[in-house]
C-alpha cells in the first residue's frame, strides 16, 4: 500500500516570499504524483505531475515540484507568492498500474501582505 | 473548459435516511471515482468505476454504499441509512484513463443529524 506524508499541516508565508511544501511518499511499486490545489469552498484542481521524465516538473501558476527517488520525496515550490495562492495544497500518489489516488493530510498555506 | 459537475452542493439529512449525491463527469471521460473528506482529515479513495462496474473499492465502501451510471452522463453514489460518521465532503472524479490524472467536481457536502 502507499502512503503520503506532508509534514507541514500550516505554512504561513508573507506575499512576494518564497515557499516550498514538503511531501514524503511511501511505496514498494512505481508510482505517478500529483499536487492538488483546493481554494476555499472550491474543488481539487490539479496544479502538476510526475509520471516519468524530468524530474522537474513545472505546473500551473508558477508552481514547480521536484521528484526525488533515493528520498521518496515531491516537494512544491514556488519562489513568489501571491495573496490569491492562499489554499490548502495536497500531495497525492497513485501505483502506476493502478487508479486510486492516494492523498496526504494536506497543507493550508495563509499568504500574508 | 469541461468540468465535473456535483449536485447538491450541500444536503443535510436525518440519520438512517438514505441519501444520493449526483455527479456529471467529463464527457469523454471513462473512469469514475468517488472519494470522501471527514472534517480535519485526509481526502480518501472510496471507489472507482470502469466499463459499468466497478473496478476497485476501499474498505470504507461496505454493503451500505452503492454506485451507478444511470444514464450516458451521471454518475451517483448512494449511501443507504446514513449514519452520523457520514457527514463528510465527498468529491467526484473522472479521467480519461486509469493511469492519467483525475478532474475532482466542487464536492457535496453531507451532514448527518
Known amino acids: 500500500a502507499q502512503s503520503v506524508t506532508q509534514l507541514d499541516s500550516q505554512v504561513p508565508v508573507f506575499e512576494e516570499a518564497p515557499v516550498e511544501l514538503r511531501c514524503n511518499y511511501s511505496?514498494?511499486?512505481?508510482?505517478?504524483l500529483f499536487w492538488y490545489v483546493q481554494y476555499p469552498n472550491q474543488g481539487l484542481q490539479l496544479l502538476l505531475k510526475?509520471?516519468?521524465?524530468?524530474?522537474l516538473v513545472k505546473g500551473i501558476n508558477g508552481f514547480e515540484a521536484e521528484f526525488n527517488k533515493s528520498q521518496t520525496s515531491f516537494h512544491l515550490r514556488k519562489p513568489s507568492v501571491h495573496i490569491s495562492d492562499t489554499a490548502e495544497y495536497f500531495c497525492?500518489?497513485?501505483?502506476?498500474?493502478?487508479?486510486?489516488?492516494?492523498f496526504g493530510g494536506g497543507t493550508r498555506v495563509l499568504v500574508k501582505p | 473548459e469541461p468540468e465535473v459537475t456535483q449536485t447538491p452542493s450541500h444536503q443535510v439529512t436525518q440519520m438512517g435516511q438514505e441519501v444520493i449525491l449526483r455527479c456529471v463527469p467529463i464527457?469523454?471521460?471513462?473512469?469514475f471515482y468517488w472519494y470522501r473528506q471527514i472534517l480535519g482529515q485526509k481526502v480518501e479513495f472510496l471507489v472507482s468505476?470502469?466499463?459499468?462496474?466497478?473496478?476497485?473499492k476501499s474498505e470504507i465502501f461496505d454493503d451500505q454504499f452503492s454506485v451507478e451510471r444511470p444514464d450516458g452522463s451521471n454518475f451517483t453514489l448512494k449511501i443507504r441509512s446514513t449514519k452520523l460518521e457520514d457527514s463528510a465532503m465527498y468529491f467526484c472524479?473522472?479521467?480519461?484513463?486509469?493511469?492519467?490524472?483525475?478532474?475532482f467536481g466542487q464536492g457535496t457536502r453531507l451532514t448527518v443529524v
Open positions: 468505476f470502469y466499463n459499468n462496474e466497478i473496478s476497485e
Open positions: 510526475y509520471l516519468s521524465g524530468s524530474t
Open positions: 472524479a473522472s479521467s480519461t484513463q486509469g493511469d492519467t490524472e483525475a478532474f
Open positions: 464527457s469523454n471521460h471513462l473512469y
Open positions: 511505496s514498494s511499486v512505481s508510482v505517478y
Open positions: 497525492a500518489v497513485k501505483k502506476a498500474a493502478g487508479n486510486k489516488l492516494t
